[in-house]
């Protein structure tokens, strides 16, 4: 009888310790899986990812057009974020950097066109890696901005000084790095040089400090 119990934990024991140990690569592939439909869309430090997913009718209620002389065309952000990104592309130029959006606020539809247009395109798997579905795009929330520099190639921004400035200083302004290279299976995005949020200098300079994500940093 005492064998027996015996023998019944140490197939718990090993079932406990695999599961700890099987339960990271879970949430590795957990993208795209039990999403929740975010309930405060207007809260500065929302979180918008795969697993994290805004309605497709939210549109934010104060955007702004950034001044084009630091927007290749009209481009939108929440006005907290436009104010700190025209401050940060001002400062920025009068430095000698080429800080300019290329992409800011993407309502539903746009990303929807956009994911598609990347399936059509490129196929499903490049679409999921290059690109979010609608729904789960920072771009929805007018918090993020993709950016370009003296090379005018967003793709290439990190070859450029004003990516090394960005790297260093977009805190100052409330801006992070979103997506930093080596925290893909955290983020759920590839690396990209390119991509800012806004998430007020408080919680920016915190995060910088720390080398973490905004899902670190929500986590904590
Ligand atoms: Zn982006």
Known sequence: MEEKLKKTYYIVLGILILLFFTKDIDVENEFYKNIKLITKPDELLVLVNKNNQLLNSYVPNNLENISLKFANKDKYL???????????????????????????????????????YYVSE????????????????????????????????????????????MKNNSHKYGFILRYPKGKEHITGFKYEPWHYRYVGIDVATTIYNNNITLEEYLNN
Do not use: M
């Not at 290329?102 to 539809?109: L, P």
């Not at 789960?136 to 000084?161: I, M, P, R, W």
């Open 78 to 116: 929440r006005k907290e974020a436009k104010e700190a990104f025209e401050k940060l592309a001002s400062d920025a130029s009068n430095l000698g950097y080429r800080i300019v959006a290329v992409s800011a606020y993407r309502d539903y539809n746009y990303q929807n066109q956009l994911f598609n």
């Open 122 to 165: 490129k196929g499903l798997d490049y679409a999921l890696e290059c690109s979010a579905k609608p729904g789960h795009s920072e771009h929805q929330t007018g918090l993020a901005v993709d950016v370009e520099g003296e090379n005018k190639d967003y793709d290439n921004f990190e070859d450029t000084k004003e990516f090394k400035w």
